[in-house]
């Protein structure tokens, strides 16, 4: 087919579906006849192989974005080079696919499925950085309540049962993405077995090198295990809204949280 055939509305509406220049696009009608959908399909294909090989360039910059889908729920990162994709609203809203897409699959780490790396695909060919899924957990519950912070950089899930107002729901995620140290169970019963042990090891053995008596220095043991879990427990910390509290005295009656999650960009 030759240029002359090839009207300049087709060209837009080709630039419009892949961010491409107008020559591109023009020359790939020529290549596919005029057949629009062959020539989008051989832009995209070529420009994924180019981008394929910048791989090895960083993506140190990105978003977090949680989606809940039913009794499941999806908080995920989606990684890019520079602050200003990051920023763009086309590559939030493909981020917030990803994760509705993510929160279909089964509980545990999300799977990047070939729907989800062909989506990020067409951002990616758009914009010529070096975006990929950071990874990210799906999570299955009774109800959920997100938080996401303003930058778009972290953010917390929370899985839990019973009626749980929207307020307390966003707070208590609040306190997860602020908290430090950051909780690493939701009380006792989760702290790793490993962790617990170790921590008990050391009360008792700085107990004992207080010298005092046994009875005195188990139960220093034993207090200083009480600091220790409501430290590193999200309903033994203090509100990050109120440090009068814990998280567990904020809690309405009825309502269990189940499972937390915690997500920054670039350290999943």
Do not use: W
């Amino acid at each position: 087919m030759t240029t002359a055939n090839i009207s300049p509305k087709d060209v837009m509406a080709l630039r419009e579906r892949t961010g491409l220049g107008m020559m591109d696009c023009k020359a790939a009608l020529i290549e596919a006849n005029g057949d629009p959908r062959l020539a989008e399909e051989r832009l995209r294909e070529k420009l994924k192989g180019k981008m394929d090989t910048r791989t090895d360039r960083a993506a140190g910059e990105g978003c977090v974005t949680v989606a809940i889908v039913g009794n499941k729920a999806c908080i995920c990162e989606v990684r890019a080079e520079t602050d200003f994709t990051a920023r763009n609203p086309e590559f939030r809203e493909m981020a917030n696919e990803l994760a509705k897409m993510a929160a279909a699959g089964a509980a545990g780490a999300a799977v990047n499925t070939d729907a989800m790396k062909k989506r990020l695909d067409e951002v990616r060919i758009k914009t010529g950085e070096n975006l990929s899924f950071g990874g990210g957990e799906v999570v299955e519950g009774a109800g959920f309540a997100s938080y996401v912070h303003h930058d778009g950089k972290k953010g917390a899930l929370i899985a839990y049962s019973g009626t749980l107002d929207a307020d307390t729901g966003t707070g208590i995620c609040q306190h997860v993405v602020a908290a430090s140290p950051a909780p690493i169970a939701v009380d006792e019963a989760g702290v790793p077995a490993d962790v617990k042990a170790k921590k008990e090891s050391e009360a008792v053995e700085e107990a004992k090198a207080s010298g005092k008596p046994a009875q005195i220095a188990e139960q220093m043991a034993k207090g200083k295990m009480r600091k220790f879990f409501e430290e590193v427990t999200l309903l033994g910390q203090k509100y990050v809204r109120d440090d009068k509290k814990a998280i567990k005295e904020i809690l309405p009656a009825g309502v269990t949280i189940h499972r937390f999650v915690r997500m920054n960009v670039g350290q999943h």
